[in-house]
């Protein structure tokens, strides 16, 4: 089977870092994918990790590490309108892509 | 220019109904998707289609039907509603199969069934 964990939420401050972790147990494991989404709105992709290593975009980051089954959103200079929820999700060779849960982060001023 | 679109956005209807869900993609892709997200905001994929072809059949329950009458259109019927279909309901697109980690969504249909 395929599961995914990564914190329920997370709050920061503007201006901050933050890092939103994911473990996840695959089979047939490709990549791990991030997606935003606002409240009312759609998810919306961020990044794709199918390497091991650090992809930058912007103020937003994503990293993989196949050994450890594990994976990471950096974002950095923390703005209000990253407050969203953040999902973390694995594509395998069932051609499915399966999301987490998703972290709720919640950008204070 | 919509990308990926979806009507209706808001849909309230009783038990026992049968209501459609239509979506629309003009990006050119050869794969769509429907996805069921709950009220814990967890996002289930339902069905995949490549090229009006079904590769994607989850376990949903067979009130539930797909239909895609070119690689351009997905639509979901759903007969006899139930309380618990409750839920917002997402298309999405890919270029290809191949290429599921990166899609495009609709803006999601809001079903209510009282």
């Known amino acids: 089977g395929q599961s995914l964990e990564q914190p329920s939420e997370v709050t920061a401050v503007e201006g901050a870092i933050v890092q939103i972790n994911c473990t996840y147990q695959?089979?047939?494991?490709?990549?791990l994918s991030w997606y935003q989404q606002h409240d009312g709105g759609a998810p919306t992709f961020l990044s794709y990790n199918a390497l091991d290593g650090l992809e930058e975009t912007g103020r937003f980051s994503s990293f993989l590490s196949r050994s450890d089954s594990y994976g990471y959103l950096l974002l950095q200079e923390l703005q209000m309108k990253d407050s969203a929820s953040y999902f973390c999700a694995v594509t395998g060779n069932t051609g499915k892509l399966i999301f987490g849960q998703g972290t709720t982060l919640q950008v204070k001023p | 220019d919509t990308a990926v679109s979806q009507t209706p956005k808001y849909l309230v209807t009783q038990m026992g109904n049968d209501k459609s869900i239509k979506c629309e993609q003009n990006?050119?892709?050869?794969?769509m998707y429907w996805y069921k997200q709950d009220s814990k905001k967890f996002l289930k994929i339902m069905f995949s289609y490549n090229n009006k072809e079904l590769i994607i059949n989850e376990t949903v329950p067979n009130r539930f039907s797909p239909k895609s009458p070119d690689k351009a259109h997905l639509n979901l019927h759903i007969n006899s509603l139930e309380l618990g279909d409750s839920a917002v309901y997402f298309c999405?697109?890919?270029?290809?199969?191949?290429?599921?980690?990166?899609?495009?969504f609709g803006p999601g249909t809001r079903l209510t069934v009282t």
């Open positions: 695959t089979s047939g494991f490709y990549g």
């Open positions: 999405a697109s890919s270029q290809d199969h191949r290429d599921s980690y990166e899609q495009y």
């Open positions: 990006l050119g892709h050869d794969t």
